[in-house]
């Protein structure tokens, strides 16, 4: 679990607003007319209330991304105080457009914190974990496996996972 | 591909990621550590496995200098075929300018 600053100050109402859904992609496919390779940056962080440094990764990485020649229609960011439902709803638009490609990349980031289901490590199911909540409701977590299976990656298209969590 | 943090045996259960304060633009700011470093090194890789080496030079670099803690230090490992390459195209770094 990732460690708590203690210097930062609980600021609600900026972290209700760092809600960001940015729908950068005007169609359902990416640089389809262009002949280059479809690709698709997904950016996503989920802070916990008060947090800044998961929003600061997803600036991060959109500009490090920019400097390899992702356009900026080549985004999708979500970003702030996520719930279960959310992300799979973003997965599942995010499966909508990628779902044709006969090829591409995908590039997925999480910046948030991480979870696992089980007490063992060989039965463990790695999770992301939306809340700082001593008894998470079945809403405030996700696991990797039901990530992957929302977003259903075409078998041709690369996916790049970084998994800050 | 992915690029996930290494399991310590014992330690497969327990939660690794860390943030920690580093500079940007003259200021400290809030990163989480695998992101600070994957994307400090992202623009110039090729590979994966070349964007490990860079993110683990420079850690240990900063290691070294004092800006990063041992125990924030990141221990990350490739999942995937190291020598595919990164999505995009490189930076190119150290042209001679005419």
Redesign the interface.
């Known amino acids: ?5 203690r210097w ?1 100050h609980v600021q609600p109402a900026q972290c209700q607003v760092m809600l960001l859904l940015v729908l950068m992609l005007l169609g359902p496919t990416t640089v389809a007319d262009t002949g280059q390779t479809q ?1 698709l ?1 997904l950016l996503v962080a989920a802070p916990w209330e008060g ?4 929003v ?2 997803v600036v ?2 959109y ?3 920019r ?4 356009a900026p229609e080549e985004f999708l960011v979500l970003a702030g105080p996520l719930t279960r439902s959310l992300l799979l709803a973003f997965l599942h638009d995010v499966q909508r457009r990628i779902g044709a490609w006969p090829s591409g ?1 995908v ?1 997925l ?1 999480f ?1 948030g ?4 289901r ?4 060989a039965e ?1 199911r790695p999770g992301l974990l939306l809340t700082n909540a001593l008894h998470p409701s079945q809403e405030e977590q996700v696991l990797w496996e039901e990530v992957f299976a929302a977003l259903q990656v075409p078998a041709a298209v ?8 | 591909m992915a690029l996930v943090m290494k399991a310590e045996p014992g330690a497969e259960l327990a939660c690794r990621a860390r943030n920690a304060r580093f500079e940007h633009q003259g200021h400290p700011q809030e990163r989480g550590v695998i992101s600070y470093y994957a994307g400090q090194t992202l623009a110039q890789a090729t590979t994966f496995a070349a964007w490990l080496q860079r993110i683990e030079a420079l850690s240990s670099a900063d290691l070294q200098a004092g800006r990063l803690s041992w125990f924030d230090q990141p221990s990350l490992q490739l999942l995937g075929p190291a020598t595919a390459r990164l999505p995009g195209e490189p930076v190119k770094v150290g042209v001679e300018q005419r």
Not at chain 1, 1 to 5: F, G, L, T
Not at chain 1, 113 to 116: A, D, N, P, S
């Open positions: 679990m990732k460690r708590i600053p930062h690709r940056a947090e800044t440094a998961m600061n990764d991060a990485t500009h490090a991304l400097q390899r020649g992702f990349e590039w980031s910046s914190h991480g979870t696992f089980s007490t063992t490590a463990a690369q996916l790049t996972l970084l998994p800050d969590s």
